[in-house]
């Protein structure tokens, strides 16, 4: 299993469209194959922070999908609405 945590920073004046791409990414994502879980959260204390916690069955499944139709649509757009680069960790489940 991969976990991958992705923290992204959205620039305020771009919030709500940044949201509504999302939640088409993660519609369409949930549906994939090896997709175990895709969820968008929003930091409590600065509503400009936004992390995407995903699970996937394997590395192959997690490739697949950063190939996939909506996520090379969506993602180039999502990025010029960010305020700084996403901060991104893949990790490997131990225990």
């Known amino acids: 299993m991969v976990k991958v945590v992705a923290k992204n920073f959205a620039k305020e004046d771009k919030l709500s469209e940044i949201i509504q ?3 088409e990414l ?3 994502t949930r549906k994939e194959e090896g997709c175990i879980k895709y969820e968008l959260y929003q930091d409590k204390d600065d509503a ?5 916690i995903e699970e996937w ?3 192959k499944a997690l ?3 950063l190939e996939s139709e909506h996520f090379t649509r ?3 757009t999502l990025n010029k609405l960010m305020s700084r680069q996403t901060d991104m960790n893949l990790y490997n489940k131990l225990i």
């Open 57 to 59: 069955e394997s590395k």
């Open 48 to 52: 400009t922070i936004l992390t995407m």
């Open 74 to 76: 969506i993602v180039p």
């Open 21 to 23: 791409l999302y939640k």
């Open 26 to 28: 993660v519609e369409l």
């Open 63 to 65: 490739d697949e999908h």
